[in-house]
């Protein structure tokens, strides 16, 4: 490959700042008041695909949010790469523990601050510029494709239709997805396994109306108190779930992944250090890094109920709500876990409330093979710019789209992920180091070249 | 007595118009931005005692919000009665469950529904209209104070300075309250005891910032989770309260008055009914009725922590907070028992999460005398009223400066509610009947003309 490095060395701030454009567009795909913004950032990426020379940009309306599609086909013989990321971003609340406002991003000690800076708007992005790179420098190896969605952090619903609908449209050799996280920058690895997700919302009903709690303590169940009992069976004493079937489908992580994970560098005092807790706490009989992996979790995302002002409101409240999310690993199925939990919440209810179990969305565990020539490509490319092998990891978030690329492309997914676990997505003060930005854009070209040469090699073969 | 009654019939319209106007005052003391509307509500009490002919009415200031005072002394031979009451109201919230807005008070049924209808603004302003048709129909047979605060919704802290500070001013022989209830309009009752409070907020920290719950679930302690289960420890299974100590000072409530309470008329199927609810829940060993008066509880007033947004955020909260109050019986101590909370809840947390424990108010319990002058007077004018013997009571509320008045004063309070359980008060839609409001403005001057007369009895015998 020629002359590639230097042309993103030479565009460096200009790369910097067209994200910075984009992450001051605030699309909170879950909150219907930021549906102007959501509408525009995909304008955006329109926009942008046009300028860098892909071919057939559009902005494809579904029942959701848009997704934008380009292609660029240099020859039909080459293998295709179907590069799928999402505009879209988490709610940015609660805003007053930002230290700068969420949209309108700032560099600071070398890291782009804003919401959606790693997640995933700044790995999104830079496909982009590695595309732009790769056209203007005379380096692409590959038929590309482009697909980034508006609805990743709302559930993907309208991504699953239009796949089922575009089938040939978006027929390709493998996925190229940048939404997942390395262990450190000096540490490459690649993600090579997901959790899946169930979130269900619950609500539980004591009395028609809030009561005086002096007048009626004591005698009429109080919701929040039994919602807190509910949620506090929900795990035992040793952080296992108690919902009844719920491990029956798990499969235990084979024993030599075990073993390289207790291999891999993790500093368990730093960990502790920099979320400045005392102690980790987790599942009996396994460390944090399997844990957070290959392990299923219940969290209680939100609660709430009652007065919640300031000062003191001696009040029975009639409702309470929480929202509760479950990780998933091979092979449990999230409609099955979804329907587990909602019967096992019901069946614990006192007869002194009702409950209402609602599902909000979820997403099959997925494991990606590593003997691929997809992930071989990638190893390749990592080792070319980090001058390391990459470590192959499960990550513990949720991509729930891979498993459904899966069943409905045939087709598997590589997790090219240049983000860091302490980029607080999902979290006030979110930001993506401008390191990895750069080094995302210089190792996507060679993971093109590597997987050109590798598919060639095996088509001689 | 002569044509007080008549003078009460001729009057009503706008003895009910003056209320209402008052109820316009939105005089939320917990909540600073009502600061204005607090004092405006006391200027206004102030007014009306000047017009019907109290003496030296003031709004003295304090360092929270003013008390109003005023007296009327015709002879100092003969006894006084001073009038507690307070102007300041609950907050609205949740607003949406209002039928109407909760400061724009309507008469729907022969009832007053506004915030404050009832507690306390519709029962303390009985005592001004008794007041005022006591010296237009030349009945007034005591002299009077009143003392009206604005801060018992927020723990009275500016009352009890004021009592210290005052003591010769409010020197009384008896103090005269409504500010509770009775079972029913065909069921007259007095209240002889009121519970305790303690009120104390407790927030539990995990990380340092909120977390991706894919990427840290399942190995970092969740806060709303370790929440959930240290409140749903704080009670058995049996609905006792597991706090070490919590229990060791409560006294039993005679057998004779457990006796009377299982007498006393109550439907347990209508109060199920009227709260919509299957199924009562309370301590075992004890009726509703006692549930809700001779025994301790443990109740979450407010629980919020994490997303509570619409749609689902897969984070784990760095926070999750509560408000949490304890009902208390003689001989509890409401000191004492915030301690206790306090260091069992410090006690309970595990390694993984950091506690802060912080005091609200609270009051110490109390049951007067039902031997004593005051508390005869009061059965003679309920009978008077309504034909029949009131039943004594305890009630399940809390009303903190009954017990400072008696330490500070030396006086016991006669509690002349005329309330009734379903008037929502501290809830939504808060209603107060215009028969129990003119009920008590009839009832107020036979209980000051019984008073004077037993008093004149018990000094000639």
Redesign the interface.
Known sequence: MNNYTEYIQTHKTRFIDELLELLRIPSVS???AFKEHVFKAAEFIKGQLDKIGADKAQVCQTDGYPIVYAEKIIDPELPTVLVYGHYDV??A??LE?WDSPPFEPVIKNDKIYARGACDDKGQMYMHLKAFETMIQTDNLPCNVKFMIEGEEE??SESLATFVKNNKERLAADVILISDT?MLGNETPSITMGL?G?S?M?VEVT?????????????????P??V???M???L?DENHHITIPGFYDDVEDAPEAEREGMRKAPFDLELYKKK?????????KGYS?LE??SI???????????????????????SK????I?M?LVPNQDWYKISELFQKHFEAIA?????VKVTR??GGQPVVTPIDSVAFKAASAAFKDTFGKEPIPLR????IPIVSMFKSELGLDSVLLGFGL?SD??????EHYGIFNYMKGIETIPLFYNHYAKLMREELVS
Chains 1, 2 share one sequence.
Do not use: F
């Open positions: 879950t909150d219907p988490q709610p609340d609660p523990l709302a559930g996280s959790r997700l979130y919302e004591g009395p028609n109306r809030d009561l005086h709690s002096g007048m009626y303590g004591g005698a009429v169940a109080n929040i108190n919602l807190c009992q949620i506090a069976s795990t979320l400045d807790i005392a102690e980790v706490q987790g599942e944090t844990r957070t392990r299923p979790t219940l969290d209680v995302n939100g609660i709430w109920g009652g007065y919640t002002g300031e000062g003191a409101k001696t009040v029975i409240a309470a709500y929480a929202k999310s990780r006192p007869p002194s409330v009702k909000h969305h990550g513990g978030g949720s676990d607080a997505i999902h979290s006030p003060n």
